[in-house]
């Protein structure tokens, strides 16, 4: 059986090297229709015409286009995503620090958002139609059509400045950063913090992470009960679950265990779609939260019309979504063996 | 079971599916519900165990298991039954089985919940013997397997042994061998009869097929369009069937003594349930159709010694056929 | 022949008419899609007769009141006013026409975009579909805002640019949907049947593939309507749609970040009608994709 799975990924990981490709070479044809000149950009303020004609040579700007991407390939291969126009630092370097601040929002909002919805989902399912199913489908139906940046300001408003029970924004308070500074080994507070044993610098993070999370996980909480609860009713209605309550099988058991095992098997797609989403919305929550993250800097240099950061950063972004896709898929295949034939 | 009614309420009206059935089967025997698609007889079955549908309203009856009212019983209470008193296994094998988990552990999750005091080991013996109970070689190996990965008859195995993990007095056998290849079927119709006569099973078996009534059953009770019509003895059936359906029905069998004659069938269709026929519902397609057909539907009554018939006018013509 | 044909289409219609009402039927039972429509129908109207109605109506297009800026909702002002002392309800309310007519206008031109070109590849399969779907699948593999980010950027910030950014993000996506049905349609006996007779290839595509892949394509638009309006008012929060002094909602948020802690209402109320006009697309969208779905039929068990 492991033949087959093999297999499979393989296919996957071809079709998705063919993808990446893809992407880069539409993200460059679009950033390179930019108007407006970033040799001019990269001067700084108030360019003399010479400036400008030395940053053109430097940057390669002057050479034909399809030379261009084909530099751009090349470095990146190599790992060099070129200098941040606005920042005058590597890409590389601005992308991974804002990374991982925003994959530890992300991977919190998921993991919230993933555990209610099952519950709420299967739950759903199981009062089909009746007023616990619509209750269920309403909240769903909320997560899904609210607007990410108006719930963390909601959120803001409500939890941060009437109530004063979490932190308007950022990642860790000034105050605990600077008692009980914290050493950057992943990236990631929450586990940087436990390695090195620093429980102050840990709970603040935490306190921290809980607005910005909730305002995200909205989304794809929603969206998890509606495909949990669609996949969970299509379940319940095959033979097998009818089989299993002739053989004596306690509903509960055939709710999470038997009909569950099936049922996530789609969902999974469903939820690599939402972390589409949720990344989106990641952007514009670090806005409000004032969250160091790559959605801020992705932001900026679209603004800026920073266009090697522009690349840097949708490329690394698309490809990582990429690779996601390509897990969730082979994480299918393992719940679902009959996918591979 | 005694004078079940049951209807289903769908998008398009109520479907009175059950009509008055009534029948028995006693310990050790296996009783063929015989009747056409669409009459009804997986609609018994599946009320005995209380797995109707949610729009299904059972009107009025009696279900009764060694004098124990159990179509009254509450739902907590009929966990215990099924799979322990009452099994029902189904007609297609394949969508029947989780595809999801191996066998092993299906059949060990049933087992768990029906022998709660045995430990793992335990269990797994117990697997085994039930797997060999059904003729199934290699336990081993065959409880890591997939659903998926074995064939139809070998699924039905299955299915089979899973069903009969409690002590099981009663097997409710819902077509079981209809969507499998005709040397299977044999196979598992002669692993049925072995098993009633190894363990004392009583079994329901519901089916179309009345070749394999015949090889199987001591008595059976004909089906149509939600009602008993006639039940006997299988001989009985066989060699005098009174009730024009049933009389029917034996005579569409094709035999090779038949050649050169002309096929017989039942003119008409089956009634729609929605808008069954008033009275006897067999009563616009039966030559023997009287007034009083039309207007009631007559009881099961019982003609001959253990012979019952539900009919205002029987053919009085012996019956030609062997 | 000619008879058999004429006579099975009434009986066609007859049927066709029969399952719209049943779907109805289902549509309107249900709580929550009745919900949704009553919402859409309200936002309809509002849009429509909203410039007639409006308390005032020329702060709404733009014009200042500074003497009442920044006031909490009192009975003058239901909403309370902007930083230039607009009133907010007037404002929200023209801002319904916009946002309407934006998701509308993006989900239409996606379709028709999307759809012609995913049934033709679907139809034509090998070569043409192959080469047409490792584009699509490639604009599929940006994050969905992303895209719209960079385009909306590189145009520079306009209403319509944010439009434009918008229909190249949302295409692909019909594009997918038409392909899946137009291969299953494809592969149906009665295609090969036409193609015997003689039926040229664009008629087919016409008369035939295209209404199969237009059930899907409807359900998901319906929901899209909702989600486009999201979108764009992403983009305007981020101040690359609409500018001042359009009353579109995602900038009146946008705006209203500057000042929303001290001046909550200012944030507030256009993101709850961004949100209540969503609301009301998605809840009439999952009831019609929950009673068309063939797969959820009515057995229930457990």
Redesign the interface.
Known sequence: MARGIGQYVVRRAAHAF???L??I???FI??H???GNPAALWVGAHPTAQQIQRATEELGLNKPIYVQFYIYLTSLLRGDLGVSIRTHDTVLSDVATGLTATLELIISAFVIAVIAGILVGVFSA?H?DRVPD?AG??TA??G???????LA??L??IFS?TLHVFPLGSRMSTQVSVMYPLKTITGFNLIDSMLTFNFAAFGDSLWHLVLPSLALAAYPFGLTV?MIR?MM??V????????????????R???F??AL??AI?STVIALGMSF??T??GA??DE??FVWPGLGTY??LS??S?DYPA?MGS?VV??IF??IINLLIDIFQAF????VTL | MQDLIVSFHTLDGVVHALDGVTFDVRKGEILGLVGETGCGKSATGLAI?K?LPDNSEVVKGQITLEGDDILHKPEDQM??????KI????Q?PA???????PIGRQLL??LK??NEATDENGLRKLAHEKLALVELPDPESVMEL?P?ELSGGMQQRV?MA??L??STMLLIADEPTTALDVTIQAQLLVLLKKLKETLGLSVLLITHNLGVVRELCGRIAIMYAGSIVESATTDRIFKNPLHPYTRGLISSVVTGRLRGTVLHYIPGTVPSLLHPPSGCRFHPRCGYAIEPCKQSRPELLEVEDGHFVACYNMPKEPWWRT | MNEAVSESIPVQRQQHFRELRVFLKLVLKN??SLTGTAIIVFFVVMALVGPFIVPYPRQAEGVPDIANQLRPPDWQHWFGTDELGRDLLSRIIFGARISLMTSATVVSVAIILGMPLGAVAGYYGERLGAVIM??T???L???????A???A??L?GSLLNAILALIITWWPWYTRLAYGQAIATRNLPFVDSARAIGVGDAKIIVRHILPATLAPILIQATLDL?SAI?AA??LS????GAQPPTPDW?LM?NM??TY??QH?WY??FP??A??VL??G???LG?AIR?AT?P???R????
């Open positions: 063919v993808v990446v893809g992407v070479l539409i993200t679009v950033s229709v930019i108007p199981s089909r619509h489908r309403l139906i909320f899904v059509s609210m607007p990410p940046f108006w300001m909601i803001q408003i400045q509606r669609t009713i299509e319940l209605q095959e033979n097998y679950i009818r089989s299993g309550l002739a053989w004596g099988l306690p509903s058991l055939i709710l265990k038997y095992k099936n098997s589409a989403y990344l989106t952007f514009l806005l409000i992705t932001a679209i603004l019309l522009i949708v972004v698309a979504y990429v719940l679902d063996p009959r | 165990l797995l966990v215990n039954i099924r799979g322990r099994a029902m296994i189904f297609d969508s029947s089985l989780n595809p999801v988990f999750d049933v919940i029906h997939y998926h299915i899973i069903a993990s409690g | 709580p929550l490792r584009v699948d490639m604009f593999a940006f994050p969905p805002l992303l895209l980010l960079v385009v950027a590189t520079g909702g999201i008012a992403g929060f981020l101040g690359l995602g948020v209203g970040k929303f802690l909550w944030a507030t993101g709850l961004i949100l969503v609301l697309f998605n809840l999952d929950e779905d797969k959820l039929s057995r229930r068990l457990i």
